[in-house]
């Protein structure tokens, strides 16, 4: 015993351990750690005959190899969190910094455009639309970073309150118009109750819903079609945008929630985007403790469904919720 515990970081803990067993019906399992670095796991079980002890049987493991993998991977967990980390601070940050530029950008090409310090030319005007169009979009993409940086760095929060879905729907049917128009995409909203209220965090709904709306007017040919639908079933609201685009392959399906990410890299060059609308969607949806799936063929369409549970409350507390809006 003396010649184990001599070769042990702390003798005198194990020495007095095997003292205190000797006596005990206790079963014992734990681990040794040699000054060498090694570590060993001990395991005592007490002999016991008509309820007797009788004494101890002893077996000890040289479970190093098996310590060190679980440090390397604990320690390789350590810096992908780190890394993970810095990333996401850097982004935030960048994203930030290219805000305050970019928006004086587009607001001088605007206040230009209007024509407030005189008249511009055919060429000038065209520029300068050019100039507002391309800030606009750069801005789009800098606001979707932000976003997926606050939800991984876990600083997005929700703010619930009752909201009416026929609101929301023409909100973003007004937003989606212009494009829909330029591609001559039939866009068509309905809502079943009409009068149907939801429990939600009203900023992100209308970004869930306009960033599906998007999408799917994004990867509709022209002259297509683009249906948003919502009904309240037994205990959850079902939102349905349906298009009749370029669908997505069965295998790629999977891909498309995951930021980054496109389904087809000869896309990013086609249709503008980060690859971040949909990976948003699918956050804010699961922070709704909602589900999101999607159905599509290729050259068929894509149908993506959102289910929202339906909060139960008070009906006072409804009432005055609605009596908010009301105001």
């Known amino acids: ?16 351990d095997m003292n205190k067993l000797y006596n005990s019906t206790e079963s014992r399992m734990d681990n040794l750690y040699f000054k060498d670095g090694r570590v060993f796991e001990r395991n005592s079980t007490p002999l016991l005959s008509n309820g007797v002890l009788k004494g101890r049987v002893w077996s000890f493991r040289d479970v190093t190899c098996q310590r060190d993998a679980e440090e390397a991977l604990i320690n390789e967990k350590i810096r992908a969190e780190e890394a993970n980390r810095t990333k996401t601070e850097f982004l935030a940050t960048m994203s930030h910094e290219l805000r305050t530029p970019l928006n004086s950008i587009i607001g001088f090409s605007d206040i230009l455009l209007t024509g407030m310090y005189g008249p511009v030319n055919e060429r000038q005007l065209k520029y300068l639309e050019n100039i507002s169009k391309s800030g606009n979009h750069l801005l789009d993409i800098i606001n979707e970073i932000l976003d997926i940086s606050k939800i991984e760095s876990g600083n997005e929060s929700l703010s619930f309150k009752y909201t009416e879905v026929v609101a929301i729907f023409e909100d973003v049917k007004n937003i989606s118009f212009p494009l829909a128009t330029s591609k001559n995409i039939s866009l068509i909203f309905s809502v079943e109750p009409e009068d149907m209220y939801v429990y939600v965090d009203k900023i992100k709904f209308k970004q869930i819903l306009h960033n599906l709306v998007s999408n ?27 298009d009749s685009g370029i669908g997505i392959a069965k295998d790629k399906q999977e891909l498309i929630f995951e930021p ?56 006072s507390v409804f009432q005055t919720e609605l009596d908010k809006i009301g105001d």
């Open 216 to 242: 799917a007017l994004k990867f509709t040919p022209k002259d297509g079609r683009v249906e948003v639908t919502a009904k309240r079933l037994q205990d959850s609201v079902e939102i349905s945008v349906r």
């Open 1 to 16: 015993m003396n010649f184990v515990s001599e070769q042990l970081q702390a003798p005198e803990v194990f020495l007095s």
């Open 260 to 315: 980054f990410k496109q389904v087809d890299s000869t896309l990013s060059r086609e249709y503008d985007g980060t690859g971040l609308g949909l990976a948003i969607v699918n956050k804010f949806v699961k922070m709704h403790e909602g589900d999101i799936c999607v159905e599509s063929d290729v050259d068929k369409g894509t149908t993506f469904t959102v289910s929202l549970p339906l909060m139960n409350c008070q009906e």
